[in-house]
């Protein structure tokens, strides 16, 4: 017999921590029920454990419809930041204008997404900007590049305007049954994006201080936000995009389609920038792979070495 076995075993999810207490969200509850206010067992800080946004717990009630967190389940991920257990799924969201598509921050967002491990979907936002707007031709142009350069190697685009309204019911349905965070620079319309998924919700979007835009420097505690059969980090993920975590030898990894390809490369542990019988190289010759990932990742690799060299 355990200790715990007079208490009612639930099942829940960490959804906010604040203060030393964590808000679990039972298992099957009403995405508008209210959350349960726990503290952590001592056993738990005993065993090295702490709690995490994201966590599938068991949990007891207590007194006042307070609550016990009693054991943290196994994590399938853990996000450093924002600092969530558990997410599945990132959605890259880039404007298709204001401010202007940058393929090369775009990559190297994915590489910190695939190396995470985490499912990545890209977000066209601002479509409305394609019709009107200064830069229409430009954001056509763009739009039109990333569904080229990106659906062939199997990322799904998807185009939002949160102007419009248009393009969020599908987003909002491809969340469904994720723990997701939205990733991507400051100003592409983050904010605005989950303000239109969650009826009610109130995100500041000015570029001066909107939550999910915030400065790296700013820690503050990050809450899971229930989107209706799906939660998603109200904080911005991969912020901070510097190589620290990365291996040289990872970066090909991270780059899905070259990944496929290096097994064909003549040489094992070829870097697909000179080797003969290369068939990243070769790929890009004939134009089976984008020219701009290549340059993309010849230009990673080389901010790597440099680093290392410098260390
Ligand atoms: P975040 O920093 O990525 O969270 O971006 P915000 O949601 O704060 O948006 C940044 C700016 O872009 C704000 O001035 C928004 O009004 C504007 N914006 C957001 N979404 C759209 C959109 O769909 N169309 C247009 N034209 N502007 C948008
Ligand atoms: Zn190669």
Redesign the pocket.
């Known amino acids: 017999m355990t200790t715990s076995s007079s208490h009612a075993q639930l099942r829940g999810q960490i959804v906010k921590a604040l203060s030393g207490y964590y808000y679990v969200r039972p298992d099957g509850a009403a995405s508008d029920s209210v959350s349960i206010q726990c503290r952590g067992r001592g056993i738990l800080k005993k065993k090295g454990l702490t709690p995490l946004v994201g966590d599938h717990v068991l949990y007891s009630l207590t007194e006042n419809g307070e609550g016990m967190v009693d054991e943290l389940l196994p994590r399938s991920s853990e996000l450093i930041r924002p600092q969530v257990a558990n997410v599945d799924l990132a959605i890259l969201?880039f404007s298709v204008t204001?401010p202007a598509l940058n393929l090369q921050l775009l990559d190297k967002f994915l590489l910190h997404i695939e190396h995470a491990g985490i499912e990545a979907v890209l977000c066209l936002?601002?479509q409305?900007?394609e019709e009107s707007g200064s830069e229409s031709e430009e954001a056509k142009e763009s739009a039109a590049s990333v569904h080229r350069i990106y659906e062939p190697i199997g990322y799904e685009v998807y185009g939002?305007?949160?102007?419009r309204g248009s393009g969020i019911d599908a987003l909002h349905k491809r969340l469904q049954g994720h723990v997701a965070v939205f990733a991507?620079q400051?100003?592409?319309?983050?904010?605005?994006?989950l303000n239109a998924i969650v009826p009610g919700l109130t995100l500041e979007?000015?570029?001066i201080s909107?939550r999910?835009?915030r400065g790296k420097h700013t820690t503050r505690h990050v809450e899971l936000i229930d989107i209706g059969g799906g939660l998603v980090a109200d904080t911005p993920g991969f912020s901070q995009l510097d190589f620290e975590e990365l291996g040289i030898e990872d970066l090909g990894y991270c780059f899905r389609d070259m990944r496929e390809l290096a097994p064909q490369c003549k040489f094992r542990g070829c870097t697909h920038t000179h080797e003969p019988s290369c068939a990243v190289l070769a790929a890009v010759a004939d134009g089976r792979l984008a020219a701009s990932r290549h340059e993309n990742y010849v230009l990673f690799l080389a901010e790597m070495k440099e680093k290392k060299r410098r260390y």
Do not use: Q, W
Request: proline letters at 0%.
């Open positions: 969201v204001e936002s601002k409305d900007l939002t305007s949160s102007r991507g400051s100003g592409v319309g983050k904010s605005s994006l979007t000015n570029e909107n999910l835009g």
